[in-house]
């Protein structure tokens, strides 16, 4: 099995990077993931005291469970898809909103192999970052590979984002 471009050891780096920002700001953090089902949570919870900062994780797959447990909006899913620049942006507010932390991300994408269409084809990933009080950002990106390296990129740049948010 070829490696795809974030590693383990690149993920839990980063996590460990992610986790010394959070503790040394006294920030908390939860997540929304729906193509990374959980991921981005379990790499940051493989973390030693990593309850200090981390709040929760929301696995949201289907358009039902991003209403109910992420507020995303009906119109919003019918209207735009749930891979979208409006139902990341919509998630990562929900889950700020419902679950008190002080900064969230939220992941929305195609990680196939199927699924995929030719306006958002398999890679089509949406991420989207918050923190309490300000503005939400969201940034789209079209990762290559199969499935596993679509998800492992995904949180890579979910990590980076949420790095870059806290230290900007």
């Known amino acids: 099995m070829a490696h795809s471009p974030a590693s383990d050891d690149t993920l839990h780096a980063q996590a460990q990077d ?77 889950a700020l909103a419902r679950y008190g932390a002080s900064v969230a991300v939220a992941v929305t994408g195609i990680a196939g192999p199927s699924g995929g269409t030719a306006d958002k084809p398999v890679g089509t990933v949406w991420i989207s970052w918050k923190r309490r009080g300000g503005y939400a950002q969201a940034e789209l990106f079209h990762f290559d590979g199969d499935r596993e390296a679509v998800r492992r990129q995904t949180v890579a740049a979910a990590l980076a984002g949420v790095r870059k948010i806290l230290t900007s």
């Open 18 to 94: 992610v986790a010394a920002e959070f503790t040394r700001r006294g920030a908390s953090l939860v997540t929304a993931e729906s193509c990374t089902g959980g991921w981005i949570a379990k790499v940051l919870t493989d973390i030693a005291g990593s309850s200090a900062w981390f709040e929760c994780g929301v696995v949201a797959y289907s358009y039902e469970a991003k209403e109910a447990l992420l507020g995303v909006r009906p119109e919003t899913l019918e209207e735009h898809g749930a891979v979208s620049r409006e139902t990341a942006i919509e998630m990562v507010s929900g």
